[in-house]
T-cell receptor, first 115, second 114 residues
Framework: DQQVKQNSPSLSVQEGRISILNCDYT??????FLWYKKYPAEGPTFLIS?????DKNEDGRFTVFLNKSAKHLSLHIVPSQPGDSAVYFC??????????????FGKGTKLSVIP | ETGVTQTPRHLVMGMTNKKSLKCEQH?????MYWYKQSAKKPLELMFV???????ENNSVPSRFSPECPNSSHLFLHLHTLQPEDSALYLC?????????????FGPGTRLTVL
């Protein structure tokens, strides 16, 4: 049973527009969430995180929104650039519990930004 | 070398072979991880080491045997694997094992078991 779901395997967006990547989770113990980006032939790289005490975290063009009641988070990229084309993974951790290093990942969404 | 490196990048082995995957981190971190990513599945945590001591073994079959001789090096010894073990094996490291300690990943080893 998948505890972190990224229901869109792929997404295409025009350069300069907004990219919105979605992630849903089922485990109410999750209280820390991360987004990783992965280029082909490279390992995932950390992008941005959010703690459950917040509902928004911003870093430059990247903003993560958390809706705890809906168990939903989203990553917004504005404006989208061709270099953003990659696979984006959502991950979650029960940060306040034992084994908090245990990240549960979604399957990823492949973003293609069209010039 | 910087970051997290993994060798080899690609490996093809038969079911009766014994091979090892190597991971090295140049970040001064104390925690290291092995993950497995099978086709169309999420990344799955296999093992966690903190200061060379194993703190997690996520019900991984004994045909996978990790070794952490020091905080900079991590090995995954493979023997009598099955074709379903074919996957991308990723190593990661973090400063400590706290949930806010960002995990930095290597590029992975693409393993094919024939």
């Amino acid at each position: 049973d998948q505890q972190v779901k990224q229901n869109s395997p792929s997404l295409s967006v025009q350069e300069g527009r907004i990219s919105i990547l979605n992630c849903d989770y089922t485990n109410s113990m999750f209280d820390y969430f991360l987004w990783y980006k992965k280029y082909p032939a490279e390992g995932p790289t950390f992008l941005i995180s959010i703690s459950s005490i917040k509902d928004k975290n911003e870093d430059g063009r990247f903003t993560v929104f958390l809706n705890k009641s809906a168990k939903h988070l989203s990553l917004h990229i504005v404006p989208s650039q061709p270099g953003d084309s990659a696979v984006y993974f959502c991950a979650a951790s029960a940060g306040s519990g034992a084994g908090s290093y245990q990240l549960t990942f979604g399957k990823g969404t492949k973003l293609s930004v069209i010039p | 070398e910087t970051g997290v490196t993994q060798t080899p990048r690609h490996l093809v082995m038969g079911m009766t072979n014994k091979k090892s995957l190597k991971c090295e981190q140049h970040l001064g971190h104390n925690a290291m991880y092995w993950y497995k990513q099978s086709a169309k599945k999420p990344l799955e945590l296999m093992f966690v080491y903190s200061l060379e001591e194993r703190v997690e073994n996520n019900s991984v079959p004994s045909r996978f045997s990790p070794e952490c001789p020091n905080s900079s090096h991590l090995f995954l010894h493979l023997h009598t694997l099955q074709p379903e073990d074919s996957a991308l094996y990723l190593c990661a490291s973090s400063l400590e094992t706290g949930f806010t300690d960002t995990q930095y990943f290597g590029p992975g080893t693409r393993l094919t078991v024939l």
